[in-house]
């Protein structure tokens, strides 16, 4: 029987992130065979799934999927926009939009724990996740999820898989679809000015401020500018005072009215918003270890 060492365990650890006993067990298991230890672990924990774990997934896919009076909407990342076309990583994001439709758990957490199998791994969404990651050998994440549900309808639209909207209304489908559709293209922030984010005008305000202070005009001039550069960035962003992409004659509401449906909540998902993606500068990594390989010598 193979003598398992301290040092094999860890360049085992090292490889691949394991915890230091599965390590153990994993060589023990492959009677020392360091390739076979790491195909044991990948197996059985997903594993790859630790060291890929660190990396950035600012690409992905989002899903949608209606259940009777139900609605999902999930983003789920990887590192690369290859895997986005991947059919395993299409399927888990498939699958995990059907788990949140049909069981509506509370939270990322409470989804992991779902039953789901694919690809040979389960019994858990985790799992999967996990055992996908040790097969394609990138990090995947679920990122956000939105679930309407109740009295009101809901309707979905995708542009492509990288953004995706659900739209909470009453009254007809057509309409509301078309809304899902305005909210892809136009990206409102809010249904109302009202309910624009304090954050967001502020924001908004400073810039204006910047911009108005250069022209030099009085300070009541200024104020006046000031508020007429707010108002105009509300009706920007706010669903009903948009133009409605279809008929640039009236505003959503208009158009809303007309058709005789109410859009109560809208829910917009673009892929990797507010990740902060890596960029990898090979001419700086490769002058960095140039001067390291100089300095040893």
């Given at each position: 029987m193979a003598t398992i060492t301290a040092s094999m365990v860890a360049e085992l650890r090292a490889k691949t992130d394991a915890p230091m006993m599965e390590c153990k067990k994993a060589l023990t298991e492959s009677e020392g065979d360091m390739v076979k230890a790491e195909e044991i672990l990948r197996v059985k924990l997903g594993s790859k799934?630790?060291?890929?774990?660190?990396?950035v997934t600012a690409e992905g896919v989002v899903f949608a999927h209606m259940h009777g009076q139900t609605g999902a909407l999930i983003?789920?990342?990887?590192?690369?926009?290859?895997?986005?076309?991947?059919?395993?990583?299409?399927?888990?994001?498939?699958?995990?939009?059907?788990l949140l439709?049909?069981?509506?758990?509370?939270?990322?957490?409470?989804?992991a724990t779902l039953a789901y199998t694919q690809d040979g791994f389960g019994p858990?969404?985790?799992?999967?996740?996990?055992?996908?990651?040790?097969?394609?050998?990138?990090?995947?994440?679920?990122?956000?999820?939105?679930?309407?549900?109740?009295?009101n309808h809901v309707t979905s639209y995708l542009h492509g898989t990288r953004i995706g909207v659900l739209v909470e209304y009453t009254g007809q489908e057509a309409p509301a679809r078309d809304v899902?559709?305005?909210?892809?293209?136009?990206?409102p922030v809010a249904l109302t000015s009202a309910e624009v984010p304090a954050e967001l005008i502020e924001r908004e305000k400073s810039v204006a401020a910047a911009k108005a202070a250069?022209?030099?005009?009085?300070?009541?001039?200024?104020?006046?500018?000031?508020?007429?550069?707010?108002?105009?960035?509300?009706?920007?962003?706010?669903?009903f005072d948009q133009t409605f992409v279809k008929n640039d004659k009236q505003t959503v509401e208009q158009m809303l009215k007309a058709a005789n449906t109410q859009v109560k909540s809208f829910t917009l998902y673009v892929v990797g918003e507010g990740i902060e993606k890596k960029v990898d500068d090979f001419a700086a990594e490769v002058a960095a270890q140039v001067a390291a390989a100089k300095q040893a010598h």
């Open positions: 799934a630790g060291k890929a774990a660190s990396r983003e789920v990342n990887c590192e690369t926009d290859f895997v986005t076309k991947n059919d395993s990583f299409l399927a888990l994001a498939k699958g995990a939009a059907e439709a049909t069981h509506k758990p509370e939270s990322l957490e409470a989804l858990t969404l985790e799992d999967v996740r996990k055992g996908l990651i040790g097969k394609i050998g990138e990090n995947m994440s679920f990122r956000r999820f939105k679930i309407i549900s109740g009295a899902a559709m305005h909210v892809a293209a136009m990206k250069e022209s030099g005009k009085p300070a009541e001039i200024v104020q006046k500018m000031i508020e007429g550069s707010v108002q105009k960035y509300l009706k920007e962003v706010s669903l």
